[in-house]
């Protein structure tokens, strides 16, 4: 399985958060994503958008209810078809999988098409072990390849990298002159690529979606790449979670109306492409050999969980990264795993254990952004609340330790506010030693009145390093109102805080 860095999510939140070149490339990339997004549904009434939603989940409600039934099916089909479907229960099981195919086929070149599930399993380091060369064929993959990174996007996996940072790399990695031109290191990427494509032996990609009625592996790219990595080398393996079956090619339209609209703004993708088997008798190209892995790895306990089920109905378009506050503010890193943004921080403790993932349901503000761009109408909030209270019930003290301090604050808060001449003197007290700080030269105030993120008090400094605190009013609300202010409007602004 990929390394997991979830524990360090604080830090590295903290330190993403202080770097002005990830700030301008989720600044331009993320918002750019979610503008054309919004232009390509209003091209369609409301009704309908609404519509092919609820049409969408539904099929995908049905489908994760019947889920036996339809890996049946989908079994039965894809053997029809001349293939193999294997179910890996875990990360090392999908590994042997791969890698006992690549032993017995004298396997030298692997190319990939993007596939999440493979990051996950973290297979590239398995084939390199085995002799293998492994090519990542998706440029953005392909960037982060050479950078030896991670993806910090579901859809745009090298999003936190500039043009000057490619350039960089390839003049490094590939010893071309350094050319900032985008169309130029485009095209020495294919140019790299394209005898990759033609020499490998093995093509590995993902799955946007498994048709049970016919046992087709569905990929939508922008590149072509995986039309190539499932077509010209005499093996393809798909790799998949079992989660992205669905019942029919009918449903699969259904999809294909959601997806490229919600995922990068378009229509349709440049390629739909669709497997089904290896290649036939009467084929002039394709596979030899075909061969689909389902993978569970920690899927089950998400399906046997009412509470959390519904994060299977994704389908990794990232319009719910594009249009959260956090994931804007630090990028895809900061999390830690595979599946940044809100509904990686629902996958993610689930699939590598909420108590090495703890911190990730509290990165969220839970403003139902996510919930109203999601084209399948996941309640990631609802479920990110639930993770919060299955913390809070841990039997482990260190992850009960900030909920009952919080608990302990909540108290104390209600007690005091309960009893008014506490509250009288609390605001009294405030206001005196607001005025105090306002000449400190440790803590300035704002010509409008706000503190400065840092105090010198500890039991608010950590609270205000990301946050404004907001001054005190210099009059209450009962003070204005023994003055009459219920006759009419305030006559000096600063009064009506």
Known sequence: MAEIKTKNFSAASAQAMLDPKLRRALDRVASGFDVARQDRIEEVTPEVWEQWRQQARDIKIHTIEHLDYYLDLLHANVTAAG?????????????EIVAHIVRTRNVKIATKSKSMVSEELDLNP????????????DLGEYIIQLANETP?????????????????????????????DIFHMAAT?????RDKFMEADLGISGANFVVAETGTLVIITNEGNGRLCTSAPRIHIGITGMEKVIPSMQ??????????RSATGQRITSYVSMTTGPRRADDEDGPE???????????????????????????????????CPVYQRIGGHAYGWVYPGPIGAVITPMLVGLKNAKELPQASSLCGA?????PIKIDIPRMLLDLRKKTAESPDDSQRSAPESERMVARVYAWVMSRPSLVKFGHQTGRTLQGLLQFSPITPMTKDGRWYRKLPLPIVSKWTRGRDLPALPRKTFHELWEQGIADGPPTDATDSH
């Open 251 to 260: 449903d699969l339209s259904t999809f294909l109306r959601l997806l490229p």
């Open 370 to 374: 996510c919930r109203e761009v999601c």
């Open 289 to 323: 050999e075909f061969h689909l892995i389902l993978v569970d790895n920690g899927r089950s306990a998400m399906l046997a969980d009412p509470a959390l089920r519904e994060a299977l109905y994704c389908i990794r378009c990232g319009a719910c990264l594009n249009i």
């Open 189 to 193: 990427a294919r140019t790299v690529l």
């Open 83 to 95: 293939g193999h479907l294997h179910f890996a229960k875990d990360a090392d099981q999908a590994n």
């Open 126 to 137: 398995v084939l390199e072990a085995l002799g293998v060369d492994v090519y990542e064929t």
């Open 152 to 180: 910090s996007h579901l859809v745009a996996p090298a999003l936190h990298k500039s043009k000057e940072d490619v350039a960089e790399l390839f003049t490094e990695k590939l010893g071309i002159p350094y050319d900032e």
